[in-house]
């Protein structure tokens, strides 16, 4: 139980509202910033005035999945405004105050570097990021289902990158019978997409790779899928990108060459926001549990 812990939620998507029902079913005390928009009735979570004396008793921030921007903004899909984290507002909050989100960027991670709060990016987390690639891969499946006109069966496919996404993408559109070739750099993944029984690509040589696809699926966050890459494919192919933004596709090449090419960001929080919510959830219960027990001991 989280009795006694004080969290405040600060803007975000529909994953949001599941932490929050979780929270409160585990007695924290939960307030909510960025969701003025949202139906009345919703009553788990207090709003929080961020000039008031809460600020002061707050043991946990929960960021959305992306974090802040580059200027430190915090968006959500509940609010037509957006919050500023700056340095002044998380100094009112107590020294061992936690900062939770799903990526962090220079600015997030020089500012709690700056007013010594710990920051915790989940999604660097092996557990969080291949839990939720289950529901990535799902709106993947989507998305490549809504926008193309033949079956994934028998299509041929590319994925570049063989992480926590990558992964589980070869595994499931393998197991639907496409035929998956996976761009790798290194020859351990190599090996493993042997392994796989699938194709491996040499990610440090791809424009002399076979590339001629239906669909090719990239999660490198590196501009991977530029101007050769694109040469190669043919002019019904899909291209679906899930890096984080700006995503590894040379997009307006892509479109002068009437290539369809699609950043896809936040999939989990569209197709299973209850699902991604509960697994944030559940691993910043953890968290804070296990961090309440050291900080008991240590006294
Ligand atoms: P990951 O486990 O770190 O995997 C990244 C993959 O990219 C690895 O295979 C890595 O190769 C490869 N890679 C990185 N830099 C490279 C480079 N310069 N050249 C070639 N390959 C490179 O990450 P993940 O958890 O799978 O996530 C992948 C991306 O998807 C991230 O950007 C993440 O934010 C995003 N994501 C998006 C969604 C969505 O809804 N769109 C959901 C979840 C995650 P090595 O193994 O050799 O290092």
Redesign the pocket.
């Known amino acids: 139980m989280l009795t006694g812990y004080h969290v405040a939620i600060l803007g975000g998507d529909a994953r949001q509202i599941e932490i929050i029902r979780k929270l409160n079913e585990w007695n924290a005390t939960v307030y909510k910033a960025g969701f003025d928009q949202l139906n009345e009735s919703f009553t788990e979570a207090m709003d929080l005035d961020l000039d008031s004396d809460h600020v002061s008793k707050l043991d946990a921030i929960i960021l959305p999945v992306p974090g802040t921007d580059e200027s430190g903004n915090i968006d959500g899909i509940f609010t037509n405004r957006l919050i500023h984290l700056s340095e002044e507002w998380l100094k009112k909050t107590p020294a061992h105050c936690r900062i939770f989100t799903g ?1 962090t960027n220079d600015y997030l991670t020089g500012l709690a570097k700056k007013v010594n709060r710990s920051l915790h990016p989940l ?1 660097d987390r092996d557990d969080v ?1 291949i839990y ?2 289950i529901p ?1 891969v799902e ?1 993947t499946l989507m998305l490549a289902i809504q926008h193309t006109d033949f079956t994934i069966h028998s299509s041929k496919l590319v994925i570049l ?6 992964m589980t993408l070869a595994r499931v559109f393998n197991h639907m019978g496409a035929d998956v070739s996976v761009g ?3 020859s351990k ?1 190599k090996a493993r997409v042997h392994e796989m029984g699938l194709k491996a690509l040499d ?1 440090n040589q791809l424009k002399t790779e076979d590339l001629h696809c239906d669909l090719l699926i990239n ?4 501009l ?1 899928v530029d101007q050769d890459v694109i040469k190669q494919l043919p002019s019904h192919a899909l291209i679906i990108d ?3 933004k700006p995503g590894g596709t040379d997009f307006s090449f892509a479109e002068k060459r009437g290539i369809r090419a699609m950043l ?5 929080g569209i197709v299973a926001p209850k699902t991604a919510g509960r697994i944030i959830a559940d691993v910043l219960a953890g968290i804070l549990l296990e961090e309440g027990r050291k900080e008991k001991s240590d006294d």
Do not use: D, E, H, Q
């Open positions: 990526i999604m990021a939720n690639s990535t709106g990158g063989l992480g926590r996404v990558g790798v750099r290194s993944n990610m999660t490198v966050p590196k991977v899930l890096a984080s896809a960001p936040g999939l989990p």
